[in-house]
């Protein structure tokens, strides 16, 4: 679990957030931060349609208010994407969004 994981500013990426955070932890590899906020290291953090923020959100400190449906429709281009198309592909986007696996 972190102990302590940046507030997203209004409008901003997840990926920018998680960048926040290495610096902010003083990781040297991208790999270490990966494994503190993904539990692995084979995690492809992504701009636009990130993938594992179900893996993500678990890994976050208790008191958060931050959930799946907060990362993906606030700070990444989900919305931005799926606005045309059908609602069965949105969806499917948005579970393999919250899955761990890639």
């Not at 959100?57 to 059908?86: A, D, R, S, W």
């Amino acid at each position: 679990m972190i102990i302590q994981f940046p507030t997203p500013y209004p409008d901003e990426l997840l990926y920018s957030v998680i960048s926040r955070y290495h610096v902010r932890a003083g990781n040297v590899f991208w790999k270490h931060t990966l494994e503190d906020l993904f539990g692995k290291r084979t995690i492809s953090a992504s701009v636009f349609l990130p993938s594992g923020i179900g893996s993500l959100v678990q890994h976050l400190p208790k008191n958060t208010t931050l959930n799946e449906q907060i990362f993906i429709e606030k700070h990444t281009m989900y919305p931005f994407y799926t606005v045309f198309l059908p609602t069965e592909k949105a969806q499917s986007i948005y579970e393999s969004m919250t899955s761990e696996y890639e």
